[in-house]
């Protein structure tokens, strides 16, 4: 049984936690309208001289080379930017996983505690029954691990994917288009 001590400081560092997840998100959250105000920036700007590109199409094969002279930085500019945002997501995300870990190591550590502590103060017969819960906590903490291991495995697959994608999506965007005559 937990003492009051024990109980208030266990809440503290629940609050505390609580608070730095709490700033860990707003980082996030910051740098995604960082991100999203200096895209709209550009956007203007792309579309200011654009639009003073098309004021001085003289034909409409120079109006052609400017379209397809704007689709190809944009597409790049698309790809770019969807990165940006997938490691902003992932570097957050990672700051949350890091944070959940370290809680549920310091629980299973507290488990251990009380289990050991239940054990000690346990009448004499009941070793099976010490053991038994010992062998089911033990067997939480592999479960816990493995889906922590898989969780890990996908997201790295997730983020190779993501890579790959953005590769591809560059790579076709700077290929000339292929001209039909």
Known sequence: MMTPEQMIAAQKANVESLFGLTEKAFSGVEKMVELN???AKAALQD????TQALFSVKDVQELMALQAGYLQPLAEKAAAFNRHVYD???STGGEFTKAVEAKAAEAQKAVAGMVDSAAKNAPAGSETAVAMIKSAVAASHTAI???QKAVKQATEAAEANMHAMASNVTATATKPAARKR
């Open 37 to 39: 105000m200096a895209a």
């Open 145 to 147: 691990e493995s889906v």
């Open 88 to 90: 902003i997501a992932t």
């Open 47 to 50: 579309n200011l001289h654009q």
